[in-house]
Each structure stands twice: as structure tokens, then as C-alpha cells.
């Protein structure tokens, strides 16, 4: 049975470093995908605290601080260290060859 998602080419796999995530838009949707060791995460870019550009955050082992109000969220998670009820929305990743793809 299908879950009605679909896979979305979102970048390339050797483009993929620990310091700089991918971004792309797919629908109205900015999607960041981080390599945290060998794990590929994939989560909205942008914050859902008051939407800054939490792609553009320091990540701190598999936290990220996003730039504009400092608040931190799991990569792993998708848990707000700030607030209990903010959390980011985590994507199933596929790579398949070099090609890195989402699942929304």
C-alpha cells in the first residue's frame, strides 16, 4: 500500500559535507539535508519558531542553533531544547547512487 509520498531529488550525495547542508525548495517547502557522520537527515530549513533560515544555524554535534533567536533543535529528533511544543519535521531520506532524495 502506498503512503501517498513521493520521492524528490533534493541534491547529490558527493555534494553532501558536514559543515554546509543542501537546500531545496519542493513545493512551498525549503528543505535542508545534513550529514551528521554517516546518518543523512533531511528537515525543513527553516525555523519553525518564528522561520528564520535554521539551515544557516551552527550545528553542535546533531544540534542545530538556528542564526536569528539562538533557539537549538535536535537533527535526530526534531525536539526544541527551548520549547517542548516546537518541533522541526524530520523526512525519510533514499540515496540511491550519488542522487540524495526526499520523501514528502
Known amino acids: 500500500m502506498s503512503d501517498g509520498?513521493?520521492?524528490h531529488r533534493?541534491?547529490?550525495l558527493s555534494d553532501l559535507?558536514?559543515?554546509?547542508?543542501?537546500t531545496a525548495t519542493?513545493?512551498?517547502?525549503?528543505?535542508?539535508?545534513?550529514?551528521l557522520g554517516d546518518a543523512i537527515v533531511a528537515t525543513n530549513g527553516t525555523c519553525p519558531h518564528a522561520q528564520g533560515p535554521l539551515y544557516q544555524g551552527d550545528i553542535e554535534g546533531t544540534v542545530i542553533v538556528c542564526p536569528w533567536h539562538g533557539w537549538s533543535f535536535d537533527l535526530k529528533s526534531g525536539k526544541c531544547e527551548e520549547d517542548d511544543g516546537l518541533a522541526l519535521e524530520l523526512?525519510?531520506?533514499v540515496v540511491k547512487g550519488d542522487d540524495i532524495l526526499v520523501r514528502l
Open 26 to 35: 519542493i513545493g512551498d517547502k525549503l528543505i535542508a539535508v545534513f550529514k
Open 17 to 22: 559535507h558536514e559543515e554546509l547542508p543542501i
Open 10 to 12: 533534493v541534491g547529490a
Open 91 to 93: 523526512y525519510d531520506v
Open 5 to 7: 509520498k513521493t520521492e
